[in-house]
Nanobody
Framework: QVQLVESGGGLVQAGGSLRLSCVAS????????MGWFRQAPGKERESVAA????????LYADSAKGRFTISRDNAKNTVYLQIVSLKPEDTAVYYC?????????????????WGQGTKVTVSS
């Protein structure tokens, strides 16, 4: 069982930046590929980014390219999502997810574990 706890969300003005963090309880964190997803009010959950369990291979949804950066620190069991130039349409609950696979994925159904989410609100 893997527990994921996100943090770093909040209220921010458009144009600002945030770094979201997700800490995993797994002792073998380095064996999990990680993903970030988000769900805006009234919308379906969508992918944001994913990262391989080791190395720097990353995937980004088209909507996330250019302003979002996913990274991880296996020594801290933590994956990050840096967001810059925030827009009101980035307002959502952001979730991290883990899958016991070498391969990252932007498909939410392949992930085994999910956090409770951290809310990001961007004011215009």
């Amino acid at each position: 069982q893997v527990q994921l706890v996100e943090s770093g969300g909040g209220l921010v003005q458009a144009g600002g930046s945030l770094r979201l963090s997700c800490v995993a309880s797994a002792r073998t964190f380095r064996c999990y590929s990680m993903g970030w997803f988000r769900q805006a009010p009234g919308k379906e959950r969508e992918s944001v980014a994913a990262i391989r369990w080791i190395g720097r291979s990353t995937l980004y949804a088209d909507s996330a390219k250019g302003r979002f950066t996913i990274s991880r620190d296996n020594a801290k069991n933590t994956v990050y999502l840096q967001i810059v130039s925030l827009k009101p349409e980035d307002t959502a609950v952001y979730y991290c997810a883990a899958r016991a696979s070498y391969y990252p994925s932007l498909y939410d159904h392949v992930y085994d574990y999910w956090g409770q989410g951290t809310k990001v609100t961007v004011s215009s």
